[in-house]
């Protein structure tokens, strides 16, 4: 269990913003940053929405920042853009887990100098789906990585990893973090109202991405285009469905644009003096990056969508309940009108379905098509 201790040292700025809400983790991982002692690997085990990724790519800016995590230099700035060519983000390709082919390219990639900074860290998501092939692959680079190397592995428990993956890493437990502690962080980080910050918590899954969102104005876009595709589907026909979806798709890809515009200018500073190869799995790091983020802008309108729907369900049970997207009431309350509880539910059904289906690589728009045409008809049942 991570303890905290008096008399710790400063915090890096990029570990006090993203761990407010988890201060025994900000404080251990401050003091093994502080004292050189960083382990060589992390497991992050916790309920989604505890922030274990926030507090992965802020200990990756402490770690590769000269100054410990400042949050402002050239380095963290692409740490936090996801553009820095010496952190490698890593998630399952296949519904069933981890590919080998997946971990032999981080293998092949753990072996190379890095290309700007003194160090390189690996963040690799959902560790519990490291199956035995892939795992007994990466076991003996994660006990004894090359010098300056770090991975950090995200999980929900240490009960569902394999153990041979957990008794070589160094365990930090997150806590759950309440809606409210979490929209309370949210605002004072961003000064904006309570009812914002709720929103921005429910939609974005933790404090940390939620400031992020409250500051994108694309992705804000995207959450709004799908709260009116919800309003218009008790009086839409087929037609207006499929320009709906395409429409939100758009949306979601909009944020790309700008990481694929750094990416294309961080290849271009490095091709001089990188070998093909080598220029060649950059390339497909910045693959792996942006389908990382279509899949994230994804997972957000579809929670934009279930907590509207939880909205209306809650009006339907409990006509002065609270809600959280008091931004749209109107269409809450528009939806409430024109269903009942078992239409609410039936929706929610929908949206969980089409979460399944992006984590089984059914293609987006597809996905969002099958998902607007299932709550229509779920609305309409009486």
């Known amino acids: 269990m991570v303890q905290s201790q008096q008399g710790a040292a400063p915090a890096p700025n990029s570990l006090i913003a993203r761990l407010e809400t988890q201060p025994r983790v900000r404080d251990f991982l401050v003091r093994a940053v502080a004292s050189g002692r960083a382990s060589h690997a992390y497991l992050f085990v916790g309920a989604p929405g505890s922030g274990k990724l926030d507090a992965a790519w802020a200990l990756a800016q402490a770690l590769l920042c000269e100054d410990g995590g400042c949050g402002s230099c050239d380095c963290c700035v692409r740490v936090a853009r996801h553009t820095h060519p010496d952190v490698h983000h890593?998630?399952?390709?296949?519904?069933?887990?981890?590919?080998?082919?997946?971990?032999?390219?981080?293998?092949?990639?753990?072996?190379?100098?890095?290309?700007?900074?003194?160090?390189?860290?690996?963040?690799?998501?959902?560790?519990?789906?490291?199956?035995?092939?892939?795992?007994?692959?990466?076991?003996?680079?994660?006990?004894?990585?090359?010098?300056?190397?770090?991975?950090?592995?995200?999980?929900?428990?240490?009960?569902?990893?394999?153990?041979?993956?957990?008794?070589?890493?160094?365990?930090?437990?997150?806590?759950?973090?309440?809606?409210?502690?979490?929209?309370?962080?949210?605002?004072?980080?961003?000064?904006?109202?309570?009812?914002?910050?709720?929103?921005?918590?429910?939609?974005?899954?933790s404090p940390a991405r939620a400031v992020e969102f409250l500051k994108s104005a694309d992705r804000q876009d995207a959450r709004r285009r799908m709260l009116r595709a919800l309003d218009a589907l008790p009086h839409a026909d087929e037609a207006d469905v499929l320009d709906a979806s395409k429409e939100i798709m758009g949306a979601v890809r909009a944020p790309l644009a700008e990481v694929k515009s750094t990416q294309q200018a961080v290849l271009e500073q490095n091709a001089d003096y990188l070998s093909r190869g080598a220029l060649k799995?950059?390339?497909?790091?910045?693959?792996?990056?942006?389908?990382?983020?279509?899949?994230?802008?994804?997972?957000?309108?579809?929670?934009?969508?279930?907590?509207?729907?939880?909205?209306?369900?809650?009006?339907?049970?409990?006509?002065?309940?609270?809600?959280?997207?008091?931004?749209?009431?109107?269409?809450?309350?528009?939806?409430?009108?024109?269903?009942?509880?078992?239409?609410?539910?039936?929706?929610?059904?929908?949206?969980?379905?089409?979460?399944?289906?992006?984590?089984?690589?059914?293609?987006?728009?597809?996905?969002?098509?099958?998902?607007?045409?299932?709550?229509?008809?779920?609305?309409?049942?009486?």
């Open 90 to 205: 890593l998630a399952p390709e296949s519904a069933t887990g981890y590919l080998i082919s997946q971990t032999r390219d981080l293998l092949d990639d753990v072996a190379l100098a890095p290309i700007r900074a003194r160090r390189k860290v690996y963040i690799i998501e959902r560790a519990e789906q490291l199956r035995a092939n892939s795992a007994n692959a990466l076991l003996k680079t994660l006990e004894e990585p090359p010098q300056g190397v770090t991975f950090i592995l995200l999980g929900t428990s240490q009960d569902i990893i394999l153990p041979t993956i957990v008794s070589r890493c160094q365990c930090v437990p997150f806590r759950t973090v309440s809606p409210v502690a979490a929209a309370e962080a949210v605002a004072r980080s961003t000064g904006q109202t309570p009812a914002r910050c709720r929103m921005a918590v429910a939609v974005a899954g």
């Open 281 to 382: 799995q950059l390339e497909d790091r910045n693959k792996r990056e942006l389908n990382a983020r279509e899949r994230s802008g994804i997972m957000e309108v579809l929670a934009s969508a279930r907590s509207l729907l939880r909205d209306v369900l809650g009006i339907l049970m409990d006509g002065s309940a609270d809600i959280v997207n008091e931004d749209a009431a109107d269409i809450v309350e528009r939806l409430a009108q024109a269903t009942t509880v078992p239409g609410a539910v039936g929706a929610l059904d929908a949206v969980a379905a089409a979460e399944r289906s992006i984590a089984r690589n059914i293609t987006p728009q597809l996905t969002f098509e099958v998902m607007l045409f299932d709550i229509r008809k779920a609305l309409s049942c009486p």
